[in-house]
């Protein structure tokens, strides 16, 4: 049975959060392309995150298996053998997002991903190393792309998909102009299992299926299994002009909503969230969080403030910076959950850019890992106390920022 009007989703009218200041053109546009998108059906027909995909340089991804094991919550799947990429399948659930994690072959491969990379001075020095983008549920793929592409989205064709070695099950847009990531859709009936084909031969990879095997053992051994949790958001960062253009594009390809931005005077930034319209947590459906400075690099010689948003973005090019994963609330072994998995995890040689900032009283504790040899991409752990419903709080974001920047200006 349909929905009645009465019942549809509305992706308007929610509250919104937040002090920054957003311009004229944002706020008529915004208010346009939600209006527009519930009212096609767009918003009905696109669900969630359904995964994540990543590639890494030739022979990283089994240690970047055991790396992932370790600090979240994912298991080694199953391995599919493609002409130039082995693709790693890890799950949490079915309720989560997947990881694609796409191994290249050869180091001598060229695609357009790799020249996204070659493009920046740090980003080039891991060529294959990137975070590519999500793959969304939709209720009918064949709609949404017509859509979608009547509104001037552009995708690849599926001869590039193959090329690529990309599941041809699903739909994927060009990279962005704004972020450097891409959008694909994957229909899938409620209840069936995610499958992504046809992506050559299909086996457990014994080498695979072991390091992650003594990497679960270690994270049981650790104590700290149970208090690692799904991801909570997906952090990207991109130049100061491009903020509220990506804000409004990925809105344009999701079915998420503007949920606010906050002013990081202290690092002259914003932090920009988009949170899915549906009522699921973001172990459904990651928050996508967006970073940008508040002024361009070509004009900050003049009021010399921080930069650290728009210098990793002039050195990697605009891309994921961090994925969060949200720690259990509550306390083991005498101290807060976060303490004890950073602790735990650090034991093992780990790094993370500072302490773990926050407190009880302020309504949550965050830090940053170290960025991952093998993906270059940040762990972030975020433990919430009580009824907080947040992502940050404006003294936490400009530690983890500063930091985060310190380590980056050294590349």
């Not at 599926?158 to 099950?169: G, K, T, V």
């Not at 970073?291 to 921080?306: G, I, R, S």
Request: one cysteine or more.
């Amino acid at each position: 049975m349909k929905k009645s009007a009465v019942e549809k989703l509305q992706s308007t009218g929610l509250v919104r959060n937040g002090d920054k200041l957003n311009s004229v053109f944002f706020e008529e546009y915004l208010q346009r392309l939600l209006v527009e998108r519930d009212s096609c059906g767009l918003t009905e027909m696109i669900g969630g995150i359904e995964a994540l995909m990543i590639t890494v340089e030739p022979g990283n991804s089994i240690e970047y298996i055991a790396e992932l094991a370790l600090m979240t919550p994912y298991h080694y799947l199953v391995t599919l053998d493609s002409p130039r990429h082995l693709t790693h399948i890890l799950r949490i659930d079915m309720n989560s997002p997947d990881i694609l994690l796409r191994e290249v072959k050869n180091p001598d491969y060229y695609d357009i991903f790799r020249n996204l990379n070659d493009l920046h001075p740090v980003g080039s020095q891991r060529p294959h190393s990137r975070y590519l983008g999500e793959i969304l549920w939709v209720s009918d793929r064949e709609q949404v792309l017509e859509l979608q592409q009547a509104r001037e989205f552009r995708f690849f064709a599926p001869d590039a998909l193959a090329e690529l070695d990309l599941p041809s099950n699903v739909s994927i847009s060009k990279p962005s102009p704004y972020t450097q990531n891409v959008v694909g859709y994957m229909e899938r009936d409620p209840g069936a299992v995610r499958v992504y084909h046809p992506l050559g031969n299909c086996s457990i990879v014994a080498h695979a299926q072991d390091t992650y095997e003594k990497a679960k053992e270690l994270q049981e051994k650790l104590n700290i299994s149970d208090l690692i949790q799904p991801i909570d958001h997906l952090a990207t960062r991109v130049y100061s002009q491009n903020r509220e253009a990506a804000l409004l594009e990925y809105l344009a390809l999701s079915s998420y909503y503007y949920w606010g931005s906050y002013n990081i005077p202290d690092q002259n930034s914003s932090t920009n969230v988009c949170k899915s319209v549906r009522p699921v947590p973001e172990s459904a459906s990651p928050a996508k969080v967006f970073t940008a400075n508040n002024l361009p690099y070509c004009v900050n010689h003049l009021d010399k403030l921080p930069s650290p948003t728009e210098t990793f973005v002039r050195n990697y090019g605009a891309r994921l910076h961090h994925i969060a994963l949200s720690v259990k609330d509550g306390e083991r072994g005498g101290k807060e959950n976060i303490d004890f998995v950073v602790d735990a995890i650090a034991s093992q040689g780990k790094g993370f850019l500072l302490e773990v900032v926050g407190s009880r009283d302020a309504g949550l504790k965050q830090i940053f890992s170290t960025a991952s040899v093998f993906s270059a991409l940040i762990i972030e752990y975020v433990q919430r106390f009580g009824d907080f419903q947040g992502f940050f709080t404006r003294d936490n974001v400009a530690r983890l920022t500063a930091a985060a920047g310190t380590e980056e200006s050294l590349q």
